[in-house]
């Protein structure tokens, strides 16, 4: 099916999302990329199954690892345009989310359009939604869930949320393939066991993967590493 000049079928999505809820957010992304600079034009027809779709697979895939109800407190890190963190609240019975970015530029767009939205329906259909900008590394709160997809290389994504969760909690990095052991020492020093990693295939074909990181330990009295640190370390490890 054709919509908004982007080619879908909802019959793909995993079992448990809210198609309505889906096609919406699709909308969202076609009609406002251009405006907000969402996607390389080499993707902007592939807006469906390179990020809408695949972000759905992601979700479905962190629910198949770890029960998520209404009362789990998810955070999407590095959102954009709510990549893959909305699809959170496109699911029948949606966690506490919590989507940030560094940015207004992309996440703003959204956060107005779930506004405009919820004004317009009496349904109030994404009420536990909420939108939270500035760097992360200065964030506060606790989060049982933290994803991410597109943000820093990895290891030094775990520098940036691990004050953000306690013993028990999860962390599920969206990642290209990966040799983890090469990264043992720092995966421990933020406080993480990696007790599982699986593939997710893409509706085109790609093999990325899911790492799911188990939060073990609080790690230099639950402070958040500076980002000076965190981009100091970055480049000694890109440069190794």
Known sequence: MLQWGVEIDSKLLPSGFDTTKVEWFLRFLAENNERGGFFSKGDSDRIWTRHVLE????????????????????????????????????LQRPPRLTLN?????????????????????????????????????????????IT????????????????????GDLYCGFFNA?????FASQISDCGYSLPEVRPLQSPEGAV????????????????????????????????S
Not at 106 to 127: C, I, K, M, T, W
Not at 150 to 166: D, E, K, N, T, Y
Not at 210 to 236: D, L, N, T
């Open 55 to 90: 972000s759905a697979r992601f979700v479905a895939e962190v629910q198949n690892y770890v029960s998520v109800s209404r009362e789990t407190t998810v955070l999407d890190a590095g959102s954009g345009p709510g990549l893959p963190g909305f699809l959170f609240s496109c």
């Open 101 to 145: 970015d560094s940015s207004k530029r992309r996440l703003g767009l959204l956060e107005q359009a779930v506004a405009e939205y919820d004004s317009r329906s009496e349904a109030n259909d994404f009420p536990n939604v909420e939108f939270h900008y500035g760097r992360l590394e200065e964030m506060k709160g606790r989060f049982g869930v």
């Open 148 to 167: 991410s997809r597109a943000l820093i290389p990895f290891p030094s994504v775990l520098r940036l949320i691990c004050h953000l969760q306690r013993p």
């Open 178 to 182: 990966t040799d983890y052991s090469h």
């Open 208 to 239: 990325r993967e899911i790492a799911f990181f188990r939060k073990e330990k609080v790690v230099r009295h639950g402070k958040p590493f500076a980002w000076k640190f965190i981009r100091s370390e970055m480049s000694q490890w890109q440069k």
